[in-house]
């Protein structure tokens, strides 16, 4: 693994109206929905509300377990989430705290399993690529191959990851193979690097090329051991972040925005049960990125799927 060195530069940003991350969507139920489920193929079992889906890319085999809301569908199709595990984890996991949220909305979370319990962050299609996995799902989705019969949204199509999995949603927002297939993504203690030997991802990070086609919603703990935040609540905690935070600097500054990121409010409910800021680029900006901290979070941060859910499902592309 290597870190590649921060490029700093300066720029000006618009402000993301707190509304947003509050917003609501009204889901007007159809009369009828289709009930297929996805297509179990081979050695994929799942339990619970979770079906499994096994496909091949690249010539491996690979699966996803997906959790279909009992909701109606809205008018305008089931919105998509796709959920990215943490390391050693696993996509068959039980996020009922996730699903409280998101059957409210009709929703449908896709849990993409890792091979090995874990993610590659290549861009150049060597070693596990874990990049085109996710675009031939979200690929297949959308033709209705995968999850067939069911009433798709195309324009609301997010993603989610926890830890090395925020590390990958990251990876998916810069990429340029994955850049547009999300309207907004959240990753949760997660933070971004190019892995060693990468040329492709090096170049896109020391060539300005971080600009993101998603919105984006990042959340850490800034006392985490075990990611490094990409900044620590300042003193006051309303004062604006300098210091180039990484990734959002890098991605704020592609956008023609500012690298400093300034105090928006402090979030109720807090998350983990400590004081949770939310931050923006200071300024005027085109592209919306939110980083909110929670002071003396550590790396399991929780509470933090009401507002990120509010937030995912305001968007669209």
């Given at each position: 693994?290597?870190?590649?060195?921060?490029?700093?530069?300066?720029?000006?940003?618009?402000?993301?109206?707190?509304?947003?991350?509050?917003?609501?969507?009204?889901?007007?139920?159809?009369?009828?929905?289709?009930?297929?489920?996805?297509?179990?193929?081979?050695?994929?079992?799942?339990?619970?509300?979770?079906?499994?889906?096994?496909?091949?890319?690249?010539?491996?085999?690979?699966?996803?377990?997906?959790?279909?809301?009992?909701?109606?569908?809205?008018?305008?199709?089931?919105?998509?989430?796709?959920?990215?595990?943490?390391?050693?984890?696993?996509?068959?996991?039980?996020?009922?705290?996730l699903y409280a949220r998101t059957d409210l909305d009709g929703a449908i979370v896709v849990q993409m399993?890792?091979?090995?319990?874990?993610?590659?962050?290549?861009?150049?299609?060597?070693?596990?690529?874990?990049?085109?996995?996710?675009?031939?799902?979200?690929?297949?989705?959308?033709?209705?191959?995968?999850?067939?019969?069911?009433?798709?949204?195309?324009?609301?199509?997010?993603?989610?990851?926890?830890?090395?999995?925020?590390?990958?949603?990251n990876t998916l927002t810069v990429d340029s193979r994955s850049a547009g297939l999300f309207a907004a993504?959240?990753?949760?203690?997660?933070?971004?690097?190019?892995?060693?030997?990468?040329?492709?991802?090096?170049?896109?990070?020391?060539?300005?090329?971080?600009?993101?086609?998603?919105?984006?919603?990042?959340?850490?703990?800034?006392?985490?051991?075990?990611?490094?935040?990409?900044?620590?609540?300042?003193?006051?905690?309303?004062?604006?972040?300098?210091?180039?935070?990484?990734?959002h600097a890098s991605m704020s500054y592609a956008h023609g925005c500012a690298t400093n990121f300034a105090?928006?409010?402090?979030?109720?409910?807090?998350?983990?049960?400590?004081?949770?800021?939310?931050?923006?680029?200071?300024?005027?900006?085109?592209?919306?990125?939110?980083?909110?901290?929670?002071?003396?979070?550590?790396?399991?941060?929780?509470?933090?799927?009401?507002?990120?859910?509010?937030?995912?499902?305001?968007?669209?592309?």
């Open positions: 693994m290597s870190t590649l060195p921060l490029r700093r530069h300066r720029a000006a940003l618009i402000g993301v109206a707190l509304a947003a991350v509050l917003a609501t969507v009204a889901c007007e139920p159809l009369p009828t929905d289709a009930t297929q489920e996805p297509t179990v193929v081979g050695n994929c079992t799942a339990s619970g509300t979770r079906t499994c889906t096994q496909l091949t890319v690249g010539g491996t085999a690979r699966k996803f377990y997906t959790h279909r809301s009992p909701q109606l569908s809205p008018v305008t199709g089931r919105p998509v989430v796709l959920f990215f595990h943490g390391d050693g984890g696993t996509g068959a996991a039980n996020l009922a705290s399993d890792g091979l090995s319990n874990t993610w590659s962050f290549y861009m150049d299609g060597t070693h596990v690529d874990d990049v085109a996995f996710t675009k031939a799902v979200v690929d297949g989705i959308k033709a209705g191959t995968l999850l067939t019969g069911l009433h798709i949204d195309p324009h609301r199509i997010y993603a989610i990851g926890n830890s090395r999995g925020g590390f990958m949603v993504v959240a990753p949760v203690a997660g933070n971004f690097y190019c892995e060693t030997g990468d040329a492709v991802c090096t170049a896109r990070v020391n060539g300005n090329g971080m600009a993101i086609s998603s919105a984006l919603v990042s959340v850490n703990g800034d006392a985490d051991p075990v990611v490094s935040p990409p900044a620590v609540v300042p003193t006051p905690p309303t004062a604006t972040i300098t210091g180039w935070p990484w990734p105090h928006v409010v402090e979030l109720t409910p807090s998350m983990s049960g400590k004081p949770t800021y939310l931050y923006r680029p200071a300024g005027a900006c085109s592209h919306e990125l939110l980083m909110v901290l929670v002071k003396g979070g550590g790396h399991g941060v929780s509470g933090w799927e009401t507002p990120v859910w509010n937030w995912l499902r305001s968007h669209s592309n």
